[in-house]
Structure formats: C-alpha cells, structure tokens
Nanobody, 116 residues
Framework: QVHLVESGGGLVQPGGSLRLSCAAS????????MGWYRQAPGKERELVAQ??????TNYADSVKGRFTISNGNANTVYLQMNSLKPEDTAVYYC???????????WGQGTQVTVSS
C-alpha cells in the first residue's frame, strides 16, 4: 500500500518562500515519477512540477524560474517555492507513479496561502 506524507504548507506574504516535502513509501519497485499539482478554488487541478527517477524535470510556465523541484532520495520529493505570488494560493498535492505496476497515487494535499 503506497503511502504519501506531505508537509510544508502554510501562510506566507507575497515575495516569500515555502518548501514542500513529500515522503513516499510502500512500493516494492520504487517510483519513476514524482511531482506536485495544485488546485485553486473554482479551478481545475494543474501540474506544477514533476521529476523523473533519472532527474528530468518539467515545470508549469507560471512557476518557471521561481519554483525548484528535487528529490532528496528515491522516495522523497521537494518543491522549493520562491517569490510567491497571491495567484500561487492553492491546495498542493503530491503525486507519484509506481514503476511496477504503473499506478498513480495522490497525497491528501497541503494548503499554501500567499497573502499580505
């Protein structure tokens, strides 16, 4: 049973920084894709950033140059968010894909609020 533990959300002023963490466990063969999505009120869930097992990254245009995704080890993913804007306010969801079988899992979500 895959289990995801997210942490690091909160309230921050515009221009501030936050770091999200997601620790994944429960996959015998590991994870080939890890990342973060977000969903603001009244909007669809959207990809923020993702990283493959080999370290290839992909970012939404809206966060390029401000957010950095990394994996500390094979089962942990981080999202460093700098220069935060009010439009970054959303619930952020950790997302992983197991290698075998290829199955996607979601975290419970962590709230990020950017407001003065």
């Amino acid at each position: 049973q895959v289990h995801l533990v997210e942490s690091g959300g909160g309230l921050v002023q515009p221009g501030g920084s936050l770091r999200l963490s997601c620790a994944a466990s429960g996959s015998s063969f590991g994870f080939d894709l890890m990342g973060w999505y977000r969903q603001a009120p009244g909007k669809e869930r959207e990809l923020v950033a993702q990283i493959t097992y080999g370290g290839v990254t992909n970012y939404a245009d809206s966060v390029k140059g401000r957010f950095t995704i990394s994996n500390g080890n094979a089962n942990t993913v981080y999202l460093q968010m700098n220069s935060l804007k009010p439009e970054d306010t959303a619930v952020y969801y950790c997302h992983v894909r197991t290698m075998i079988p290829s199955t996607r899992y979601w975290g419970q979500g962590t709230q990020v609020t950017v407001s003065s």
